[in-house]
T-cell receptor, first 116, second 113 residues
Framework: NAGVMQNPRHLVRRRGQEARLRCSPM?????VYWYRQLPEEGLKFMVY????????ESGMPKERFSAEFPKEGPSILRIQQVVRGDSAAYFC??????????????FGEGSRLTVL | KNQVEQSPQSLIILEGKNCTLQ??????????LRWYKQDTGRGPVSLTI?????NTKSNGRYTATLDADTKQSSLHITASQLSDSASYIC????????????FGTGTRLTVIP
């Protein structure tokens, strides 16, 4: 049973380009969370999705950022017109059900975005 | 307001020594508390889970405690090893809410030879 798979592991973009980060949750998991981590800082919640639904996007910047988790395929975090401040590690986590019952999230290894 | 605070922010200890990391929370209603270990450049991995009725739980050299009355948890690491160098993150789950997980900012532990 493969773990949470994120790709790409490393992504370099120039200012103004688009970044797409993908996350395949663990088999059987229908809940996906995205977190951003700046160097030497903690994980910051961005968005929580279930299949085809955004449950909570309170941590997402209002502009340029979007996320989806389609019925088929991975969850995608999309950042349009990237700026240098978007440079960070983006972690995806999945759980088999809403985190409330167990609180356990299974994290991917992260995607490191560098904006030149 | 639901919050999780960890201390110290960073810690350096000699190999073989013990250390204790702290987590205070104001999350309510409380469901459980987890400690995660995040190695540099990796995703966090769960170490222990503490529910309301549990006071102490061990996982090898890691021992977590929970005081639900004072809303405090600690993670004690015994006989530290170089591989213990990592960030340790406290995550508290509430029993309600669509997004019910609250993260501390972590304690950065460095074990030196």
């Amino acid at each position: 049973n493969a773990g949470v798979m994120q790709n790409p592991r490393h992504l370099v973009r120039r200012r103004g380009q688009e970044a797409r980060l993908r996350c395949s949750p663990m088999k059987g998991h229908s809940h996906v969370y995205w977190y951003r981590q700046l160097p030497e800082e903690g994980l910051k919640f961005m968005v929580y999705l279930q299949k085809e639904n955004i449950i909570d996007e309170s941590g997402m910047p209002k502009e340029r950022f979007s996320a989806e988790f389609p019925k088929e395929g991975p969850s995608i975090l999309r950042i349009q017109q990237v700026v240098r401040g978007d440079s960070a590690a983006y972690f995806c986590a999945s759980s088999p059900q809403q985190g409330a019952n167990t609180g356990e999230l299974f994290f991917g290894e992260g995607s490191r975005l560098t904006v030149l | 307001k639901n919050q999780v605070e960890q201390s110290p922010q960073s810690l350096i200890i000699l190999e073989g020594k013990n250390c204790t990391l702290q987590c205070n929370y104001t999350v309510s209603p409380f469901s459980n508390l987890r400690w995660y270990k995040q190695d540099t450049g990796r995703g966090p991995v769960s170490l222990t889970i503490m529910t309301f009725s549990e006071n102490t739980k061990s996982n090898g050299r890691y021992t977590a405690t929970l005081d639900a009355d004072t809303k405090q948890s600690s993670l004690h690491i015994t006989a530290s090893q170089l591989s213990d160098s990592a960030s340790y993150i406290c995550v508290v789950s509430a029993r309600a809410g669509a997004n019910n997980l609250f993260f501390g900012t972590g304690t950065r532990l460095t074990v030196i030879p």
